[in-house]
Nanobody, 129 residues
Framework: QLQLVESGGGLVQPGGSLKLSCAAS????????IGWFRQAPGKGREGVAC????????HYADSVKGRFSISRVNGKNTVYLQLRSLKPEDTAVYYC??????????????????????WGQGTQVTVSS
C-alpha cells in the first residue's frame, strides 16, 4: 500500500516562498505520476501542478504558472513543490497524490482528482500579512 505524507506548509507573507515535500513509503514512486492539488474551505480540489513518472512532462494551473515548480529525482521517493511569489488566494490545504501507470496525459490528470489513486493527509499553506 502506497502511503504519502506532505510537509513544509506554514504561514507566509504575500510575496514569500515555501517548499512542500511529499514523502512516499510502501512502493517506489518512479512508476507513478504525481500531482499536487489544493483545497480551500467550501471548494473542491484544484489541480495545481503534476508531473509524469519519468519527470519529463509537467503541467501547471494557469493561476500558478510561473510561480510554482514541481520536481522529482530518479530513485528518490520524495516529490517537491516550490511555491514562490505567494498570494492570499493561494491559501489552502495542499495535497500530494499519485496515479498508477496509465496512458492518460499529465495535462488531463491534473484537471481530474478522481483519476488519482493515493492521497496524503495534506499540509496547510496560509498566505497573510
Amino acid at each position: 500500500q502506497l502511503q504519502l505524507v506532505e510537509s513544509g506548509g506554514g504561514l507566509v507573507q504575500p510575496g514569500g516562498s515555501l517548499k512542500l515535500s511529499c514523502a512516499a513509503s510502501g512502493y517506489m514512486l518512479d512508476t507513478f505520476a504525481i500531482g499536487w492539488f489544493r483545497q480551500a474551505p467550501g471548494k473542491g480540489r484544484e489541480g495545481v501542478a503534476c508531473i509524469s513518472s519519468s519527470g519529463g512532462t509537467t503541467h501547471y494551473a494557469d493561476s500558478v504558472k510561473g510561480r510554482f515548480s514541481i520536481s522529482r529525482v530518479n530513485g528518490k521517493n520524495t516529490v517537491y513543490l516550490q511555491l514562490r511569489s505567494l498570494k492570499p488566494e493561494d491559501t489552502a490545504v495542499y495535497y500530494c497524490t499519485a496515479r498508477a501507470p496509465s496512458i492518460t496525459s499529465v495535462r488531463t490528470m491534473c484537471n481530474r482528482p478522481d483519476f488519482f489513486d493515493y492521497w496524503g493527509q495534506g499540509t496547510q499553506v496560509t498566505v497573510s500579512s
